[in-house]
């Protein structure tokens, strides 16, 4: 099957890099932070089921920044942080998981950082890459209907877009216009300003090894849950679900994803669960295979027509300093 060259070339590989397999980082999402059990467990039971180094890295100073601090900020603060260029470990490449709001840290690292060392595989559970319809988080009480409709009249004036994090990427489908002209974040990250489009992130982009997204069936954070795909809603409705073959970001391959999935190196999973809430089972099949140094085998999963629009509440509860924060900001008495 293969020639000879192409054996010898693989053995030098073998002989030479055997002693290490590339380590990998843990972007957690909002409301975390690595100092939390969860996140702790998380990244050692990766590791030993890969067997490859991994890192937590902390964004800013954890749960409140990723709340507050606007991405590009967050952005900025984990490249101080864990400073790619100089943790020796990822000098070689690595590999990046990214949770939820983390996702979109991580692409940035890949699209927007200069000189870093080459991001081999961006392993991607619950991403809002496409954008979300609702603030995430926040369950069905008054107090979240409420601060839901006054975020989403305010969402892209320039005190929201630097005082909450998830509005660098709340993507109001019925108002797009400023979503494109006043949203700083995912607009710059997807190539969705026609005039401002950047051949570079796309170029930084396709050149990942495997792009990895998995979306939660159940999930009733990121809304639509697609978006975990790259799927999202058409211009201007909130209905139907576009599956990410038929968005333009794929169309007009504005960052490479149609680039990518045309060479066969996009994996689109789906797995049973709410946002974040995946199996050990589904983390040995889908997760750790991409973290180890073996090239992993191809399963031809490819999207179905997506289902129609789902629920806009979760279970979810706001931590309370979070809710008081937006009761000083908004104007409200605590009334939830
Ligand atoms: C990882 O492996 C170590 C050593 O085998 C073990 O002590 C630890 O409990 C494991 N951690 C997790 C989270 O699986
Ligand atoms: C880096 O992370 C630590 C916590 O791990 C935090 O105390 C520190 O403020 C962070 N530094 C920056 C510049 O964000
Ligand atoms: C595109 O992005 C790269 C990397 O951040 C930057 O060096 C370059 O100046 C940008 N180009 C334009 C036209 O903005
Ligand atoms: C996801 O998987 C479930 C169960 O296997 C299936 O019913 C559903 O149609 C799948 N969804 C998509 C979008 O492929
Ligand atoms: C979430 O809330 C809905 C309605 O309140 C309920 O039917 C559902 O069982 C809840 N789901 C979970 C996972 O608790």
Redesign the pocket.
């Known amino acids: 099957m293969a020639s000879s060259p192409v054996i010898s070339v693989f053995i030098l590989f073998l002989c030479t890099t055997s002693s290490f397999s590339l380590p990998f980082i843990v972007l957690h999402g909002i409301g975390d932070q690595c100092s939390n059990k969860g996140m702790t467990q998380f990244t050692q039971e990766l590791s030993n089921m890969s067997k490859s180094q991994g890192f937590c890295i902390e964004i800013g100073d954890g749960a409140w920044d990723s709340w507050f601090m606007p991405l590009l900020e967050q952005l900025f603060a984990i490249r101080w942080n864990f400073s790619v260029k100089k943790m020796k470990e990822l000098s070689n490449g690595y590999n990046i998981v990214g949770l939820s709001q983390g996702n979109l840290i991580g692409r940035g690292v890949v699209e927007f950082c200069d000189g870093g060392p080459q991001v081999n595989n961006l392993v991607s559970l619950g991403g809002p890459h496409a954008g979300t319809a609702s603030v995430p988080l926040c369950g069905s009480g008054i107090f979240c209907k409420i601060a839901d409709a006054l975020i989403k009249s305010e969402i892209y004036t320039d005190y929201i877009q630097e005082h909450l994090a998830p509005s660098g990427y709340l993507k109001l489908p019925n108002d797009m216009d400023a979503y494109l002209q006043h949203c700083r974040f995912l607009p710059k990250l997807n190539n969705e300003v026609p005039e401002e489009r950047n051949s570079t992130y796309k170029e930084r982009f396709s050149s990942l090894k495997t792009l990895v997204l998995i979306?939660f069936?159940q999930d009733t954070v990121v809304i639509p849950k697609?978006t975990a795909?790259f799927g999202y809603y058409p211009d201007g409705q909130f209905t139907p679900v576009l599956a990410p073959q038929q968005t333009k970001l794929y169309i007009e391959d504005w960052i490479g994803l149609k680039t990518l999935d045309k060479a066969g190196r996009v994996r689109?999973i789906?797995?049973?669960g709410n946002h974040l809430g995946i199996s050990e089972n589904d983390i040995k099949k889908h997760v750790v295979p991409y973290l180890k140094d073996e090239d992993v085998t191809i399963d031809n999963?490819v999207?179905?027509?997506?289902?129609a629009l789902q629920g806009y509440t979760s279970n979810y509860t706001w931590p309370t300093s979070i809710k008081s924060y937006f009761s000083d900001l908004l104007g409200l008495p605590d009334i939830y």
């Open positions: 979306m069936e697609e795909w689109y789906n797995v049973t999963e999207p179905q027509a997506l289902a």
